[in-house]
């Protein structure tokens, strides 16, 4: 079965432009170097899954004119990842049934803590999204696709990313773990974290996830979560052709189960 992978967002925390910034590449005219937050949607037969709720998804949503949501997987906890949820009401109203989420206890436990009155059973005044929380502790099958958490190592924090079929989504991560590189053979696309040249302590580099593209092998790889400090084209024209830089509304197809 084939599904289409659209790139969301593909910012790092802060989004580019970053707001007060006036650097080369926040003041680009390139559109490729508008980045929001990082989030992907999974499109298969006629179900829609989505990647993380970013503070961007109504404008995604918008922008990418999604009409329906099926299911929302959570990466982690962070505020970039997870402050739209609100803005899926419009798309749970319509939703048979509640929405589910799917994230593991320490995220669900943060979305729970952050979003209250969403899980709220006694929540008296109507109009809040219409979803119910799902704990996974492994692979998860959703709507005929097998979704196998691959844990990351995001500074001290244990996250997660996401394969699904021929391809991967991991944001957010300083480390891979040898055990979650033995779930990244084979791929035909793989997106990795690379917020920017310079070291940090809870993300990838540019140089760190060239190194795990070569190690790893997948056909092609896209970098994400990316900073102000990597304008789109120059960057690209220095990796090899089957490396980019993820842009906002890239799509992308591929095998999924
Ligand atoms: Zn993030
Ligand atoms: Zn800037
Ligand atoms: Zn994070």
Redesign the pocket.
């Known amino acids: 079965m084939n599904a289409i992978l659209t790139v969301l967002g593909s910012g790092t925390?802060m989004g580019v432009p970053t707001i007060g910034c006036t650097c080369r590449v926040c003041t680009s005219s390139d559109l490729h170097d508008k980045r929001t937050r990082p989030s992907i949607l999974l499109e298969y037969d006629g179900r829609v899954v989505l990647i993380d709720t970013t503070p961007d998804f109504r404008q995604q949503a918008i922008r990418e004119k999604i009409t329906r949501l099926d299911a929302i997987l959570y990466t982690?906890a962070?505020a970039?990842?997870i402050l739209g949820l609100d803005d899926v009401r419009p798309l749970s109203f319509k939703h048979e049934g509640k929405i589910p989420l799917y994230a593991h206890e320490s995220t669900a436990a943060g979305l729970e803590k952050i979003f209250r009155y969403i899980f709220d059973a006694n929540y008296k005044f109507g109009g809040i999204a219409r979803v119910e929380m799902n704990r996974i502790h492994g692979p998860l099958e959703l709507f005929g696709a097998r979704f196998e958490p691959v844990k990351i190592i995001?500074g001290e924090a244990e996250i997660y990313g996401f394969r699904f079929g021929s391809a991967a989504y991991l944001t957010?991560f300083s480390e891979i773990p040898a055990e979650s590189k033995e779930q990244l053979r084979g791929l035909d696309i793989l997106f990795l974290d690379a917020l920017r040249h310079r070291p940090h302590p809870?993300h990838s580099t540019v140089a760190n996830s060239l190194s795990l593209v070569e190690e790893l092998k997948p056909r092609r790889a896209f970098f994400t979560h990316i900073s102000h400090d990597l304008p789109h084209q120059e960057t690209n024209a220095g990796f090899p052709s089957h490396v980019r830089l993820a842009h906002d509304g890239l799509k992308l197809e591929f095998k999924i189960a």
């Open positions: 925390s982690h962070h970039d990842h995001h957010d809870t």
